[in-house]
């Protein structure tokens, strides 16, 4: 039962241009999304995240979009950089009693960008 | 910045050995999780650990895994008799003070089984 979907294994842009990675979600009790990027070998590492009550959130070169009617989310970088290449995971979670709860990942997207 | 430390960083162990994995979460945290990921696939959720008692575990959390918080800074996870496919690469994580949903996690532990 995959809850959270990458359909795109990799992606690979142009140094400069801007990198769209893509994620589906099935649950509707998801109200919290998150993106990790992940180098092999090491953890996954936070990068931006988003509320169910946004449709969007930016920090810097990263922006998120949330469109929940679609269950779609997205995870746009502009300027990408070859630094950037890494497998980029969406996670989701369902917040419950305002405590902690589990992060229910995809199944990563590998981007590679080309100098 | 607060971090989750893992070790040992890879080990290699027979078929049928015990493992321990070993996790020192951020301080001062009562939520630990434990994930793995098999090569190539996508990270996986084990167990949560909620005030020194398992709070959710997975279907893949079966009786052969056990989790511990041995000294109170220590989080273990324990596999009893290893099987070819635990091989893969175990994560230990916990959330950074104030973050309820963000989860910081550790650089893994890689488990081969053999």
């Known amino acids: 039962d995959q809850q959270v979907k990458q359909n795109s294994p990799s992606l690979s842009v142009q140094e400069g241009r801007i990198s769209i990675l893509n994620c589906d979600y099935t649950?509707?009790?998801?109200?919290?999304f998150l993106w990790y990027k992940k180098y092999p070998a090491e953890g996954p590492t936070f990068l931006i995240s988003i509320s169910s009550i946004k449709d969007k959130n930016e920090d810097g070169r990263f922006t998120v979009f949330l469109n929940k009617s679609a269950k779609h989310l997205s995870l746009h970088i502009v300027p990408s950089q070859p630094g950037d290449s890494a497998v980029y995971f969406c996670a989701a979670s369902e917040t419950y009693g305002g405590a902690t709860n589990k992060l229910i990942f995809g199944t990563g997207t590998l981007l590679a960008v080309q100098p | 910045e607060p971090e989750v430390t893992q070790t040992p960083s890879h080990q290699v162990t027979q078929m049928g050995q015990e493992v321990i994995l070993r996790c020192v979460p951020i301080?001062?945290?009562?939520?630990f999780y434990w994930y793995r990921q098999i090569l190539g696939q996508k990270v996986e959720f084990l167990v949560s650990f909620y005030n020194n008692e398992i709070s959710e575990k997975s279907e893949i959390f079966d009786d052969q895994f056990s989790v511990e918080r041995p000294d109170g800074s220590n989080f273990t996870l324990k596999i009893r008799s290893t099987k070819l496919e635990d091989s893969a690469m175990y994560f230990c994580?916990?959330?950074?003070?104030?973050?309820?949903?963000?989860?910081?996690f550790g650089a893994g532990s890689r488990l081969t089984v053999l």
């Open positions: 649950n509707s009790m998801f109200d919290y």
């Open positions: 301080s001062n945290h009562l939520y």
């Open positions: 994580a916990s959330p950074p003070p104030g973050g309820a949903n963000v989860l910081t």
